[in-house]
């Protein structure tokens, strides 16, 4: 151990002699150590808010989409049926989906009073706002009653009572779209753009009966989409499976035959996401890995230098009783101290510099505690790596030779 303490303080002083020199030297693992931590935690403060986002959706959301069907090994052109009633046979007979409603949507230009807007019309049931965790921010929703009557009222997104009314609040006033005018019941909460960067308050919504018969013509009770919630995140697997065997059921179809309805759920949207986090975060971190590799090499070509230099001096050590085990440690040493200090350095840069993004972007972003421990010990190693040539070369002097060297 005193060795080793002694090797510190000569490698300290060898240091100290060639600021210029070791500045440089510590700069290039100060790049790459600070590099590695800030991309680890700018993929880790990315992760979180998509995410977070996608959870916003509902993170117990099932989706489900009339589909072509084959047969005999031909697509046949006509699409399957999604009606409300499969809705409520699902909500009734699929105990581990907690609410279905209905969906259908199209894209219309709405007027009040001097103001128009270009927005999404969507006709939906009350359990909407449950699947889909909406809440309001004024008002409230069309009752059971409007549903039934296909009543002319409506609910907006905040973008829309904006582009309509300004700063006004929006509630009892009347939405024409087309020949009909709506009246405005509620205003949902802000809820700000989707992870498929759509505006989530930038939509008015009425009963599905009413959208039906005003604003897109269809055949009775006939949905573009079902929107489904599971009673809970470890339960969507299981409602999935119900709601294929009740639309199996109700639509006649084998358990062999291809379904004419597709079934897609929020958490393999999530989990497909998570995946390609994983691989971009391993692939930046491999590329900023890169910076370390350099700033190594730095490290042994610099020490090839002070071998060099100092070759007179080890011809000393050697004379006076220093092994080749002691010159061997010593520049290894130093070669760990360049490294270690530069490590330290990057990973105060790295930290200071998450705090300010987090600041200036409004993340979440913490500094990651495995990529810092990684990057000292990646530092710690690449002194090692690659100082081990040149304190190899140094122990390895004709003792008599380096006493000549000028």
Same mark, same amino acid.
């Given at each position: 151990?005193?060795?080793?303490?002694?090797? =510190?303080?000569?490698?300290? &002083?060898?240091?100290?002699?060639?600021?210029?020199?070791?500045?440089?030297?510590?700069? !290039? =693992?100060?790049? +790459?150590?600070?590099?590695?931590?800030?991309?680890?935690?700018?993929?880790?403060?990315?992760?979180?808010?998509?995410?977070?986002?996608?959870?916003?959706?509902?993170?117990?959301?099932?989706?489900?989409?009339?589909?072509?069907?084959?047969s005999s090994g031909v697509r046949r052109k006509d699409i399957?049926?999604?009606?409300?009633? %499969? +809705?409520?046979?699902?909500?009734?007979?699929?105990?581990?989906?907690? $609410?279905?409603?209905?969906?259908?949507?199209?894209?219309?230009?709405?007027?009040? @009073?001097?103001?128009?807007?270009?927005?999404?019309?969507?006709?939906?049931?009350?359990?909407?706002?449950?699947?889909?965790?909406?809440?309001?921010?004024?008002?409230?929703?069309?009752?059971?009653?409007?549903?039934?009557?296909?009543?002319?009222?409506?609910?907006?997104?905040?973008?829309?009572?904006?582009?309509?009314? @300004?700063?006004?609040?929006? /509630? #009892?006033?009347? =939405?024409? =779209?087309?020949?009909?005018?709506?009246?405005?019941?509620?205003?949902?909460?802000?809820?700000?753009?989707?992870?498929? +960067?759509?505006?989530? %308050?930038?939509?008015?919504?009425?009963?599905?009966?009413?959208?039906?018969?005003?604003? /897109?013509?269809? !055949?009775? $009770?006939?949905?573009?989409?079902?929107? *489904?919630? *599971?009673?809970?995140?470890?339960?969507?697997?299981?409602?999935?499976?119900?709601?294929?065997?009740?639309?199996?059921?109700?639509?006649?179809?084998?358990?062999?035959?291809?379904?004419?309805?597709?079934?897609?759920?929020?958490?393999?949207?999530?989990?497909?996401?998570?995946?390609?986090? %994983?691989?971009?975060?391993?692939?930046?971190?491999?590329? *900023?890995?890169?910076?370390?590799?350099? #700033? @190594?090499?730095?490290?042994?070509?610099?020490?090839?230098?002070?071998?060099?230099?100092?070759?007179?001096?080890?011809?000393?050590?050697?004379?006076?009783?220093?092994?080749?085990?002691?010159?061997?440690?010593?520049? /290894?040493?130093?070669?760990?101290?360049?490294?270690?200090? #530069?490590?330290?350095?990057?990973?105060?840069?790295?930290? @200071?510099?998450?705090?300010?993004? *987090?600041?200036?972007?409004?993340?979440?972003?913490?500094?990651?505690? +495995?990529?810092?421990?990684?990057?000292?010990?990646?530092?710690?190693?690449?002194?090692?790596?690659?100082?081990?040539?040149?304190?190899?070369?140094?122990s390895r002097l004709d003792p008599i030779a380096a006493l &000549?060297?000028?």
């Amino acid at each position: 151990m005193k060795t080793v303490w002694v090797a =510190i303080r000569i490698a300290l &002083r060898a240091i100290a002699r060639s600021k210029l020199r070791a500045s440089l030297t510590v700069l !290039g =693992i100060l790049i +790459g150590v600070a590099a590695v931590v800030i991309v680890v935690a700018l993929g880790t403060g990315v992760r979180g808010r998509v995410l977070g986002e996608i959870s916003s959706l509902g993170a117990n959301l099932i989706y489900i989409f009339p589909q072509a069907t084959q047969s005999s090994g031909v697509r046949r052109k006509d699409i399957g049926r999604l009606t409300e009633a %499969d +809705g409520q046979a699902i909500v009734k007979e699929a105990t581990s989906v907690a $609410g279905v409603s209905p969906f259908s949507s199209a894209n219309m230009q709405v007027v009040a @009073g001097d103001k128009n807007a270009a927005t999404q019309v969507m006709g939906v049931s009350k359990s909407y706002w449950d699947v889909r965790m909406f809440t309001f921010a004024k008002g409230q929703s069309f009752s059971e009653v409007d549903e039934l009557l296909k009543a002319r009222v409506c609910v907006i997104g905040d973008t829309v009572r904006e582009n309509l009314f @300004g700063t006004g609040e929006g /509630l #009892g006033e009347y =939405i024409r =779209i087309g020949r009909h005018a709506y009246r405005v019941v509620g205003v949902l909460t802000k809820k700000g753009q989707s992870p498929f +960067g759509e505006d989530q %308050d930038d939509r008015l919504l009425m009963p599905i009966g009413s959208f039906r018969a005003r604003v /897109l013509p269809s !055949g009775p $009770g006939r949905v573009q989409m079902l929107l *489904a919630s *599971a009673t809970d995140e470890r339960t969507v697997d299981r409602a999935t499976a119900q709601i294929e065997s009740v639309l199996r059921q109700r639509h006649k179809i084998d358990p062999d035959d291809e379904p004419d309805f597709m079934v897609r759920t929020q958490a393999e949207f999530r989990r497909s996401q998570e995946q390609i986090f %994983d691989v971009l975060t391993a692939l930046l971190s491999s590329i *900023a890995a890169v910076s370390l590799l350099v #700033g @190594g090499i730095g490290v042994m070509n610099i020490m090839l230098v002070s071998v060099t230099e100092r070759t007179r001096e080890i011809g000393i050590r050697m004379a006076i009783g220093a092994d080749t085990t002691d010159i061997l440690v010593q520049f /290894l040493i130093e070669a760990v101290t360049l490294s270690a200090i #530069g490590g330290i350095i990057g990973i105060g840069v790295g930290i @200071g510099t998450i705090y300010i993004l *987090a600041g200036t972007l409004g993340w979440s972003m913490e500094p990651p505690l +495995g990529a810092v421990v990684v990057a000292v010990c990646t530092s710690a190693a690449i002194g090692i790596l690659f100082g081990f040539l040149p304190a190899r070369r140094a122990s390895r002097l004709d003792p008599i030779a380096a006493l &000549r060297h000028e």
